[in-house]
């Protein structure tokens, strides 16, 4: 006999266990939290549309102009010399970080820990001020006679100095993020393709990176949004990318708001790109992990 | 063919090898059995150098593995020509070790041309599995593919670590199936296994190695049903 309380499990003669039907578990507070973030929603949107300090008028005349289009192209200019350069030259702080040699490493880790240290807009300032330190630069013996030489203030331009900047920033972080994805590639797979006799160069980019890729291309893809997105910092140099545009822009016509948003939704609407980009690619190195 | 003299390795302050000294004829197998931590697969990763040997020499062929002898010392290799030795040594792991981001036939390519890489899948009878990954492939499959690998390359010797340790037990035989093949087509091997019927049908001769130095060695029938050492009785009586 059951107690009151508890269930019987056992069923009466004439009922079929497999025929109860199951009751999925309720729960009312999810409902409650889903109406409270909606109401929320609601009044966000009502706000935009009905609040005219937006000033949506001046949004639409300005998000296309040819103005904001050339910044946009100067964002992503700085991007992706940015991001090119800067992988390329973390990959190889990372394997001096990796290597066997003391001297190597400590070259890779005081690399790392120099750019690390200086914030991104004073390393900038510092490039576009590179003149005043340096007026000209040579090529030559050191300490000995010189081949040619060149003026800093031609060689060196707002725009060089702003992707040289971007690049040796990034590259220290690069270098982690692929180190951390070299490491985490199981010692196993370097003793079989050693013990293949397979050269030093081609172990690594047939088969340590590949696989490195997989937990590199998360972290990676951060440190390009991040970048994309950084590069508005650049905008104390004066070049025309967006963030500075919008600044000459309303500073000229003092629709602050407005011009605000519109680089507001250029930024989104390309880090979006770069994440549907980045499904694709991480996509492609999983291949080996399909069924 | 093979020769090692007086190996000596230490990890730390842990002598794992303390003195062994082994000689393989072409053509041979040796199997090498030993309880867990003996020494056993270290000597097998010291033939093809993936451990470097803190006293003692090995030879392959008369090659010194590892070192040049110059005058009374023998001078470490640059890794070039370590990597180009080891072409001459297959070897087998115990977790395959397949590059999971290669397909099969790809895996067996990264040691030899795309013509040889389908050849040795023949062989190990994946002819038909050469478009798959490694996760797509059972354990088994995997280390056929694995060994293919290892024989691609053409090696003068081919080593084995223990390869079917990691299988679940009805995928065992047709590794062994493969490697009984091999032996017959007198392929030169040294096997770390604790496969006693696989020792006892197929090799030549069997090395008993406890607490780094060979305790025993001899014919299979003799080691495996007469040992004379303590050490050895003890151990086949918990394996056998």
């Known amino acids: ?291 | 063919m093979i020769e090692v003299l007086g190996v000596h390795k230490s990890f730390g302050s842990l002598e794992v090898l303390r003195g062994v000294s082994l000689e393989v004829t072409a053509g041979e197998v040796v199997v090498v059995l030993g309880p867990s931590g003996s020494g056993k697969s270290t000597l097998l990763r010291t033939i093809n150098h993936l451990e470097k040997v803190d006293r003692g020499f090995i030879t392959i062929d008369g090659e010194l593995i590892g070192y040049r002898r110059r005058g009374g010392k023998l001078h470490e290799l640059k890794e070039r020509e370590i990597l180009k030795q080891r072409k001459d040594i297959g070897f087998v792991f115990q977790n395959f070790n397949l590059f999971p981001h290669l397909t099969a036939l790809e895996n067996v390519a990264e040691a030899a041309d795309l013509a040889t890489a389908r050849e040795f899948l023949g062989r190990v009878g994946l002819a038909d599995k050469a478009g798959s990954y490694p996760r797509q492939l059972s354990g088994g499959q995997q280390q056929r593919v694995a060994i293919a690998r290892a024989l691609a390359t053409r090696p003068k010797v081919v080593l084995f670590d223990e390869p079917t340790s990691a299988l679940d037990p009805e995928l065992v035989g047709e590794v062994l199936d493969v490697m009984r093949d091999l032996a017959r087509s007198g392929t030169t091997m040294v096997v770390v296994t604790h496969e006693i019927g696989f020792a006892r049908e197929v090799a030549d001769r069997v090395v008993f190695i406890d607490q780094g130095v060979i305790v025993e060695e001899g014919a299979p029938a003799d080691v495996l049903d007469h040992p004379v050492h303590e050490r050895t009785r003890a151990f086949l009586s918990k394996v056998l």
Request: charged share 15%; aromatic share 12%; proline share 5%.
């Open chain 1, 1 to 291: 006999m059951a107690s009151p309380g508890t269930l019987t499990l056992v069923s009466t003669k004439d009922e079929d266990p497999a025929s109860l039907p199951v009751v999925p578990a309720r729960h009312p507070w999810r409902w409650v939290g889903v109406v409270f973030v909606l109401v929320l929603a609601a009044q966000f949107v009502h706000g935009l549309v009905t609040n005219p300090a937006w000033d949506w008028p001046t949004f639409a005349r300005y998000f296309t102009a040819r103005s904001i289009i050339t910044a946009v192209g100067t964002t992503i200019l700085l991007t992706v010399l940015g991001t090119v350069l800067g992988f390329a030259l973390g990959i190889v702080v990372a394997v001096l970080r990796l290597s066997k040699s003391p001297f190597l490493r400590a070259v890779g880790w005081t690399y790392i820990w120099a750019f690390r240290s200086i914030p991104l807009i004073v390393q900038l300032l510092f490039w576009f001020n590179i003149s005043y330190l340096y007026q000209r630069l040579s090529l030559g013996i050191p300490f000995g006679p010189e081949f040619v030489s060149f003026e800093t203030m031609e060689l060196i331009s707002p725009m060089g100095a702003a992707v040289l900047g971007l690049a040796l920033h990034q590259a220290a972080y690069a270098a982690e993020i692929v180190r951390s994805g070299v490491i985490s590639v199981d010692r196993g797979q370097l003793e079989a393709a050693a013990s293949l006799g397979i050269p030093r160069f081609r172990q690594f980019r047939r088969i340590v990176l590949p696989q490195a890729m997989r937990s590199i291309l998360p972290n990676a893809a951060n440190e390009v949004i991040s970048l994309f997105k950084g590069t508005s910092v650049v905008s104390v140099m004066a070049i025309g990318e967006l963030f500075y545009q919008v600044q000459v822009i309303y500073g000229r016509n003092a629709r602050v708001v407005a011009l605000l948003m519109v680089a507001t939704v250029w930024y989104i609407v390309l880090t979006t790109l770069l994440s549907v980009g980045q499904h694709y690619v991480e996509r492609y190195f999983a291949r080996g992990d399909r069924r």
